[in-house]
């Protein structure tokens, strides 16, 4: 079976049987398609300096990013991310339309790409597949019915894992896969309702993820515009649309022959000729099909294409608008922003406050002391010891909690004392360095105040 849509008449969900059409578009599709799938599954397993390529793990809160590991301390870079990533969205969708949905979106790659493939190797073109599902259940049928989906219940098992892994970590994974089931209870029921999940989506829900789940298609109905380039049918050259006949006025209708290929080939069922829908996804495949069409007529190529509204009504360029330029400059911006704060990033910081309420204790000897609480964060991804110390001399720590070692990821508190010789204190007010050390390596200093008596 194919994908399903509602029948507002009927409320029976209708399955589409989307024609496949080998077009320049659609191969370019797949070349993409293949590479993003060797990223996917290949990706846990990429290392950088000894970090994944790309580690999402919120049940530890470990994230890691092109090998760069960052914690929940560093939630303000995520908030800064999401708002570049929502710039850029709001950007490329004004610019674009919903092209991402039809190039690099997961679920259409798989969907179309892998999921679709292999069904139509087993069941045939979409006639083949119509008559397949209108048919009895013979032996042919529950034997290719029966070897796709236990192909897609496999293929989603694989996802399902690979999945897991971007979240878990491929070290957690071999561990559930090689480990006695009882030893990884959770884990092992966590790919289970993956491959369910994912084995629903594939097999049954299919492109209602895209014209009734996912809201960027709504959220394209919002922000596109005149100048917005997406995959459109030029309804000034097609139409009025009519059948080729040797015995009409071919001069008086438009390029559109009326053939319908443009729908047939569609994953989501609808009719490109009735203008800009949120249920395209800008796949092209129409295109493909529209292109072979006029090939075959010897008429120009991109009767349905990527224009614009005013590149069709009015013949103009496609054109960088004020709005677009203001969006380009916001997401400059902010990525700039977000560089710096990751390039400034250290892998340990500390943050170093007098004690509340207090002023200064005198201590045996002649020091005058000053209590400081410190909470110091190692955003590493390796234990480290680490003791405090001052850039002056003068100046002397005595610990009442003691730092000591730090996890990586981990937050320690630590209380101490910073004393100094009464006789050497000119100043009720001195300001003085603390560094954090690791080892000999310096990997923070933070400056903080001292109070002491004025000496006459």
Known sequence: MDTVVSDARTEKRQWLYP??????LYKWRSAISYVYLLFFFAGPFLKIGGQPLLLLNFIERRFVILGQVFWPQDIFLFVIATLVFVVFVTLFTITFGRVFCGWICPQTIFMEMVFRKIEIWIEGDANKRRKLDAGGWTNE?????????????LLSFLIANTFLAYVIGSESLMQIITQPVAAHVVGFISIWVFTAVFYMVYSQVRELVCTVICPYGRLQGVLIDKDTVVVAYNDVRGEPRGKLRKDTNQSLKGDCVDC?????????????????????INCTACIDACNHV????????????????NMIKNNQKPAFTWRMAGYSAIMVLLIGVLSYFIFSRKDMDITVMRGAGMLYQEQPGGYISNIYNAEIINKSNVTRSITISTTDPAFKI????????????????????VMMSASAIHSPKTTIKLQLLSGDKVMDTQSTSFIGPINN
């Open 260 to 280: 319908d290929l443009c729908v047939a080939v569609c994953p989501t069922g609808i009719d490109i000729r009735k203008g800009t829908q949120l249920e395209c």
């Open 398 to 417: 005595k610990y009442i909690q003691p730092p000591g070692t730090i996890e990586k990821g981990g937050a320690v508190k630590v209380v101490f004392f």
């Open 294 to 309: 006029m090939e075959k007529i010897n008429k120009p190529l991109n009767l349905v294409g990527y224009y614009s509204e």
């Open 141 to 153: 049928k529950i034997l290719k019915k029966g070897a796709k989906h236990f192909i897609f219940i």
């Open 19 to 24: 024609s496949l059409r080998k077009g320049k």
